[in-house]
């Protein structure tokens, strides 16, 4: 995750995303925790240790290059976001009508 301030948003907008962000954030590394937890009650033996940490391995590397805070590609991470459940669409009241228009829009695809 990187600390970068959105360049042409207003203090506001800069506050209301980076507390959105970060509440996704956690909610999606908390839904791997309990993801690892059910798992590491099935492990058995060498191989599923090993599946389990293939399956950290992705997952960490998804969430690092999903949550990238930079303005060319925040509105995208947002609907995807929204998509997958992460933030509702009511964390990010306090964005810009056009903004939240564009991330709705492409949250349905």
Known sequence: M????????????????RE??????TRAVQQLVAQVR????????????WQLHDYLSIERHTIEGRFDFRLDGILFVFASLVKDSLLQLDEL??????????IVAMSRF
């Open 2 to 17: 990187m600390d970068t301030m959105l360049e042409g948003w207003t203090d506001t907008e800069q506050s209301v995303a």
């Open 20 to 25: 959105a962000f970060d509440r996704a954030y």
């Open 38 to 49: 059910a798992r590491a009650d099935e492990l058995e033996d060498a191989e599923t240790v």
């Open 93 to 102: 009241n306090g964005l810009e009508a056009e903004k939240l228009a564009k």
